[in-house]
């Protein structure tokens, strides 16, 4: 029966670079197609609310009267279902997950 | 005879960071009975598929278990297309059962890793997961969650795996599965790993079909059962032969999971090299009417969906018996004269995720 099977692996990793970051003083490598937070180029918008009335967690919120474009931040699960519904295509979603939020507040376009 | 004495094991336990909870009896270090209760994290899907679209759901299904997310999201919409009537393509079919190997991958490296954890090998459970980290990236890459796929949807995929991201993909496994098997040969050969699981929490083929095992736990038992056998997806394309051992002990279960990682492994290979060109997705129109019984095999065993629709846009009934719940009975009978100290080792072979299991 094999002893300690797992030497050549431990004696190996320690001579080699930890696989783990110190992050935050180093941020995470962007990964290309990731889904992270949602932007919109807000000149492109018409206000159709088709975002809004589809949007699973009804993170969105848009005004058509007073053109406005908002969003909840902590409600987005970033699913990418306004992406692809919008007529405009002027939503996408970034590979970047952003900053932490320390308010509760609406963000607004 | 020793005085008997109840401990409570979960909901809070540092080894497993899920809320069950049972009742060992316990008279002097052996466990003499296991009374399991749930109902801790209860979410109430049930009541919340009246009131979501039938499309939007599977945002819903696939957060019913967070490692098993794809597979959720897989089942509901495999239900759904199945009442509809709906055709998928080819490549979508293919896209699912790569998508879904790759999350079986990911999912046994983290219980092999919590394995490691439970029976107190640090550095080994690090290593699972250093590699799980890789296996994660592919996910990331390709279907941009890491644990949330998101990559589903009735009537096909979402996205779609370009060739230049599927060759990467291929290059990536062939460095994985070079990694796994190092990881795999400390968990198979190892001397203090055979101490802590040859022999402990044994179920014979008898007791595992009576008392209704699934997946993993099934097959280690000498029963070659299998959902992927009822060939959803593209498996009734692939050569795939269901993994068994005759052990029915822990590490028998161990020894399932890791030839598993591999045989995902050679699947995807399978499905790489002859997935088709062509669409990923057919329109939807229309609502549900009918109901279906969607059965898949999950890392953690079969799963199954019950989905009844009335022709609106909501449905009238929705049910998932999830792989967990069909292994506590198991779990019960093998705690059932262990000893105390086997217990975190026991809970852990049937692999739980109970938060999919309360749904
Ligand atoms: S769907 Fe697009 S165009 Fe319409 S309101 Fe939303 S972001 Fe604007
Ligand atoms: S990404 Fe999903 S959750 Fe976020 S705003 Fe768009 S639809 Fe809503």
Not at chain 2, 105 to 110: E, R, T, V, Y
Request: charged share 25%.
């Amino acid at each position: 029966m094999a002893f300690f099977q797992m030497k050549k692996m431990i004696l190996a990793w320690t001579f080699r670079k930890p696989v783990t970051t110190s992050y935050p003083f180093e941020p995470r490598k962007i990964c290309p197609g990731s889904r992270g937070r949602l932007d919109v180029k807000i000149s492109e918008c018409i206000f159709c609310t088709i975002c809004d009335k589809r949007c699973p967690t009804q993170a969105l919120d848009v005004d058509k009267v007073n053109k406005k474009w908002r969003i909840d931040r902590l409600r987005c699960i970033s699913c990418g279902y306004c992406v692809e519904v919008c007529p405009k295509k002027c939503l996408l979603l970034t590979g970047d997950h952003g900053i932490p939020t320390v308010t509760k507040e609406m963000e607004t376009f | 005879m020793g005085q008997r004495t109840i401990i409570p094991f979960g909901p809070q336990h540092p080894v497993l960071p899920e809320p069950i909870h049972i009742d060992l009896v316990v008279e002097d270090e052996k466990v003499i009975e296991a009374v399991p209760s749930i109902g801790f994290i209860h979410r109430g899907l049930e009541r919340l598929v009246e009131k979501k679209d039938f499309v939007e759901f599977v945002y819903v299904a696939e957060r019913i278990c967070g490692i098993c997310s794809f597979i959720h999201g897989q089942t509901y919409c495999q239900g759904i297309e199945e009442i509809m009537k709906l055709e998928i393509p080819s490549r979508a079919k293919y896209l699912r059962t790569i998508w879904g190997e790759l999350s079986r991958i990911h999912s046994h490296l983290l219980w092999l890793g919590l394995m490691a954890d439970a029976f107190g090998f640090e550095s080994l459970f690090m290593h699972s997961w250093r590699v799980r980290e890789q296996v994660l990236d592919l996910i990331e890459a390709t279907t941009g969650g890491r644990v949330i796929f998101g990559s589903c949807k009735v009537g096909g995929a979402r996205r779609d795996i370009t060739p230049e991201q599927m060759t990467w993909l291929l290059k990536q496994l062939e460095v994985v599965e070079k990694e796994m098997h190092l990881i795999v040969d400390v968990f198979m050969n190892d001397s203090s790993v055979k101490h802590r699981l040859c022999g402990v929490g044994v179920i014979s083929k008898a007791d595992a079909i009576s008392l209704g095992a699934v997946g993993p736990t099934l097959r280690a038992s000498g029963v070659a059962d299998d959902m992927r056998l009822l060939k959803y997806a593209a498996f009734g394309e692939l050569d795939f032969e269901p993994i068994s051992r005759t052990e029915g002990d822990s590490y028998g279960r161990c020894a399932v999971r890791c030839a598993e990682l591999f045989q995902s492994v050679d699947l995807i290979r399978q499905a790489a090299a002859k997935i088709p060109a062509g669409e990923i997705a057919v329109k939807v129109t229309g609502t549900p009417s009918g109901e279906f019984f969607s059965r898949v095999e999950q890392p953690r065993g079969e799963v199954v969906y019950y989905i009844k629709g009335n022709g609106t846009k909501n449905l009238t009934r929705f049910r998932a018996r999830t792989p967990t719940f069909a292994n506590v009975p198991p779990l019960v009978k093998m705690l059932g004269g262990c000893e105390l100290a086997d217990v975190p080792v026991l809970v852990l072979t049937i692999d739980p995720c109970i938060s999919c299991t309360e749904r």
